[in-house]
C-alpha cells in the first residue's frame, strides 16, 4: 500500500488529496503523548478532535482510509513517555486511539533516543503482542532509521524484541533519507544512491 506521511497538525484535507491525486490511503503522523502520557497529535490536537476525524470520514467515504502513526523524530512516543510505566498502560492508550479511530493499520516510527531506551522498546512490543493477539487483522508496521549499510544495531534489537514478545511485525519501513554527512559526505547528493545501498 503507497501511503505518504501527512502531518495532522497542518490539518490535510486528506479526501481532497485522494479526488486530486488518486492516492487512497495516507499515514497520519504523528501520534505522541501529552504531559498526562495521553494520546494526541503533534502536541497540537487531541487524538480524536473533530478536526481529525472528519477528514477521515471523508476519506472512507471515497473507499480510502488511513494509518495512524505513532512516534517521529519530535514529541514523545507513548511507550516512551514516563508517564506511562507499564505494558498495561501502554496497552490501554494504543487500544483508545485503534477503536476511536477504528484503524486497521498502525505504524511505529520509532528513532532517535527512543530507538535506544530497551525498556520502552520491550513494552512497547509487548503491548502490541497483546494487542494483535485480540485484533489478528490489524497490520502493525515500524518505520525505523537505516544508514548505507542497512538497519542500525538499535533497529534490528526492535525487531528482536518484537519476536522475543511473540509479535508479527506485519511491514518495515525505512528511513532513507538525512545521512548523517559528518560520517557520509554526500549524504545531501547521494540519497538515491544510498537508499538503494541501505536496502541490500
Same mark, same amino acid.
Given at each position: &500500500?503507497? *501511503?505518504?506521511?501527512? #502531518? ?9 488529496? *485522494? ?22 497529535? $503533534? ?7 473533530? *478536526? ?15 494509518? &495512524?502513526?505513532?512516534?517521529?523524530? *519530535? ?36 528513532? $532517535? ?26 497490520? &502493525? ?11 542500525? /544495531?538499535? $533497529? ?14 506485519? &511491514? ?5 533519507? /538525512?545521512? #548523517? ?5 554526500? $549524504? ?13
Amino acid at each position: &500500500v503507497f *501511503a505518504p506521511y501527512v #502531518d495532522v497538525t497542518l490539518t490535510p484535507d486528506v479526501a481532497s488529496l *485522494a479526488e486530486q491525486t488518486g492516492i487512497m490511503h495516507f499515514t497520519l503522523a504523528f501520534l505522541v503523548a501529552d504531559a498526562s502520557g495521553r494520546p494526541n497529535w $503533534g502536541e497540537t490536537y487531541a487524538a480524536t478532535d473533530p *478536526a481529525v476525524v472528519a477528514p477521515i470520514k471523508a476519506l472512507r467515504a471515497l473507499g480510502g482510509d488511513v494509518i &495512524v502513526s505513532f512516534g517521529g523524530a *519530535a514529541g514523545t512516543e507513548l511507550a516512551y513517555s514516563t508517564a506511562n510505566t507499564d505494558v498495561k498502560q501502554i496497552t490501554e492508550q494504543y487500544l483508545y486511539v485503534i477503536d476511536a479511530l477504528n484503524v486497521s493499520w498502525v505504524d511505529f516510527d520509532i528513532e $532517535g533516543d527512543a530507538i535506544a531506551d530497551i525498556p520502552s522498546v520491550d513494552m512497547r512490543n509487548a503491548a502490541l503482542a497483546a494487542i494483535k493477539a485480540a485484533k489478528p487483522d490489524l497490520i &502493525v508496521s515500524y518505520t525505523l532509521p537505516v544508514d548505507p549499510t542497512g538497519l542500525l /544495531d538499535e $533497529g534490528v534489537y526492535v525487531l528482536q524484541s518484537a519476536s522475543n514478545a511473540g509479535l508479527t511485525v506485519d &511491514v518495515v519501513n525505512i528511513m532513507t533519507m /538525512d545521512y #548523517d554527512e559528518t560520517v557520509y559526505t554526500q $549524504g545531501a547528493t547521494q540519497m538515491g544512491t544510498y537508499a538503494i545501498q541501505a536496502t541490500r
